[in-house]
């Protein structure tokens, strides 16, 4: 084993230091992208003006159409 000098030992620290910041940050950049998706299904409710029926729609679209009249609603509420 040969003995390291002190910069190499600096450059020992710095290169591992370095990689664990740069493993951290891979981890939770890849953690938010998987949920992603997830965030992006949240349901948007609807109240029917005309028949007081109330259903939920996923698709982020500012009316939507009652499932039991047919007639157009705007949003109510997302979560
Ligand atoms: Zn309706």
């Not at 729609?57 to 979560?79: L, Q, T």
């Amino acid at each position: 084993m040969m003995p390291l000098t002190l910069p190499e030992w600096m450059l020992a620290f710095l290169v591992a230091n370095l990689s664990v910041v740069f493993a951290a940050t891979l981890y939770y950049s890849l953690r938010r992208y998987r949920r992603m998706p997830r965030r992006r299904a949240v349901p948007f409710i609807f109240r029917c003006a005309a028949c007081g029926h109330v259903y939920v729609d996923h698709r982020n679209v500012p009316m939507s159409e009652c499932g039991k009249c047919g007639a157009m609603n705007e949003n109510v509420k997302s979560f």
